[in-house]
């Protein structure tokens, strides 16, 4: 695959195209191989899901197209299947072009094939022109090709045979390549070549932000927000309500900070604590009244005794 002429570079690469008829896929060729025709039957990529409009016909019409490698598993598992059933009707699949040659002209200077990423991208673009030539020639005229053999129900190499002199109209030689072989040219989309390509010369990646240095910004930038909301209200009237409201705030919570002090109870050692110091201040104050007690009752005993001699003394 490739060629060189000046600054000029060819990719090529040879395409079977086919359509998913209405019929069933037999299972007569083996497990493996049966899973195989399965599969290319119900993974229809989206860039090979397409509309025609047949002349003569009103509506356009759905077309689901498989386009693979010429050389590939799956290609060749189709034109296994197709050789073998060749008088199935409706047949699964309906052969549109055996073999479309395919080159992609690409700057050498900006593209390298020999990169697997690159050569897969031309491949792809290689496929998705296929279906669009593709689509311009069954919507053409002089082919003879039905919405009923699209679907099968004419065999599976019909419209291959309808459309071999349409699709070979597009193609020509190209001497960059040295062959004879007839090639249909394209350019490669990529971008403009003042700037490279990602898939030459790849960029590094962007270092990442320290997170203090994140959180920095951040921070700058809710500032910078903030400064612009207060810029809106554009009085320092605000400032002040903001402050006297603040202020508020602080005294309402010291106000509940001492309520919470003061209504909560003692802890279980304080109060027994403050019992056992009122039993010792009762036992103290006991202690101390005997004593007095007992003066007391010596002194009214003397003075009643006192009384009593002096009246006698009277008496006498």
Not at 42 to 49: A, D, H, L, M, Y
Not at 162 to 168: D, E, K, T, V
């Amino acid at each position: 695959e490739g060629g060189r002429e000046g600054g000029t570079g060819y990719f090529t690469v040879n395409l079977l195209v086919a359509a998913v008829g209405e019929g069933e896929v037999v299972p007569d060729s083996g497990r493996k191989k049966h899973d195989l025709l399965q599969q290319v039957m119900r993974n229809v990529s989206k860039e090979q899901q397409t509309v025609v409009r047949l002349q003569g016909t009103a509506p356009p019409r759905p077309l689901k197209l498989r386009v693979f490698v010429h050389n590939s598993i799956e290609a060749k598992a189709v034109i296994d299947y197709v050789a073998t059933h060749p008088d199935q009707a409706p047949c699964p699949f309906v052969v549109l072009a055996r073999q479309v040659c395919m080159a992609v002209s690409y700057r050498k200077h900006s593209l390298d094939p020999s990169c697997a990423a690159v050569a897969d991208r031309l491949r792809k673009q290689a496929k998705t022109r296929a279906v669009k030539l593709i689509r311009e020639v069954i919507g053409g005229r002089g082919h003879g090709v039905s919405v009923e053999s699209l679907r099968g129900y004419h065999g599976a190499s019909a419209p291959a045979l309808a459309l071999a002199g349409l699709l070979a109209a597009h193609a020509a030689p190209l001497s960059a390549l040295g062959s004879h072989s007839p090639f249909i040219a394209f350019p490669a989309r990529s971008k403009s070549s003042h700037t490279p390509s990602p898939l030459l010369h790849p960029a590094a990646p962007a270092p990442a932000d320290p997170p203090a240095l994140a959180l920095t910004e951040q921070a700058r930038v809710k500032e910078e927000e903030g400064g612009r909301g207060q810029e809106g209200w554009g009085s320092s009237s605000s400032v002040a309500d903001a402050e006297l409201f603040s202020s508020f705030v602080a005294r309402c919570q010291q106000q509940t900070h001492r309520d919470h002090l003061l209504l909560r109870p003692a802890p279980p050692a304080q109060a027994h604590q403050a019992e056992d110091d009122a039993e010792a201040a009762a036992e103290h104050a006991a202690e101390e009244g005997a004593p007095r007690a007992e003066e007391e009752a010596g002194e009214v005993q003397a003075e009643s005794a006192s009384d009593a001699s002096a009246m006698e003394v009277e008496g006498a």
